[in-house]
Nanobody, 114 residues
Framework: QVQLVESGGGLVQAGGSLRLSCAASGRGIRGYTMGWYRQAPGKQRELVARINSDGSTYYADSVKGRFTISRDNAKNTVYLQMNSLKPEDTAVYYC????????WGQGTQVTVSS
């Protein structure tokens, strides 16, 4: 069974940075598109970034230029570098395959104070 474990969240002031990690087990990520998603209170989960197997990337307009997704297939890990954080980035962040084919992990809470 595939397991996804997110980490790296925390409380940061606006303008700060965080680096999230997502470690996968039970299935290698090589050859798969991986995505970072987030869910803010009272809102639906949304895709914020994805990275294809060839390393090409996509970002939601709301994070473009501030977030960078990357992957290390050897470590079976996906990363999300978040810079210039804004209060509206506050959410629980999750990773998953794209399309979603694994159970969601517990996520990692990111809180940005103004």
């Amino acid at each position: 069974q595939v397991q996804l474990v997110e980490s790296g969240g925390g409380l940061v002031q606006a303008g700060g940075s965080l680096r999230l990690s997502c470690a996968a087990s039970g299935r290698g990520i090589r050859g798969y598109t991986m995505g970072w998603y987030r869910q803010a209170p009272g809102k639906q989960r949304e895709l914020v970034a994805r990275i294809n197997s060839d390393g090409s990337t996509y970002y939601a307009d709301s994070v473009k230029g501030r977030f960078t997704i990357s992957r290390d297939n050897a470590k079976n890990t996906v990363y999300l570098q978040m810079n210039s954080l804004k209060p509206e980035d506050t959410a629980v962040y999750y990773c998953n395959f794209l399309p979603v084919t694994a159970n969601w992990g517990q996520g990692t809470q990111v809180t940005v104070s103004s």
